[in-house]
């Protein structure tokens, strides 16, 4: 269980939104047996969030590879969460998701995604 659930979380979107990037979190279709359609067909859901600058002792302690970015992207009016099936555009790049992890709070994801073109 998160601290920020309901309207606690919204109100928590609503004071940071504005000062975060707009983007776009592209959820992979999938079918009855929820494996990934193929090619790919995405539906789009506008987010906010940064692209989080990492410096080269944190990618070697977290595991983060060179080319990988690690994006902190707001939970507040998004679902469904993001997989590893997804893509996300924030911060001038398309990216596509390798792990999702919640900050402890509830309020925001923390993706890493590595350029999907």
Known sequence: MSLLNGPLR??????FAPLLLDGTLHVAAKDADGQVILP???ADLPV??????????Q????????R?????????D????PTADDEITLAGGRWRI?????D?????????????R
Do not use: C
């Open 10 to 15: 919204a109100v928590f979107g609503a004071a």
């Open 40 to 42: 790919p067909v995405f």
């Open 48 to 57: 906010k969030g940064h692209r989080d600058e990492v410096g080269d002792r």
């Open 59 to 66: 990618r070697a302690d977290w595991g983060i590879p060179d």
């Open 68 to 76: 990988a970015a690690r994006l902190i992207v707001l939970q507040a």
């Open 78 to 81: 998004v679902t469904p969460e």
């Open 98 to 102: 390798g792990t999702v992890e919640r």
């Open 104 to 116: 402890p709070a509830g309020a925001a994801w923390v993706l890493t995604g590595m350029p999907a």
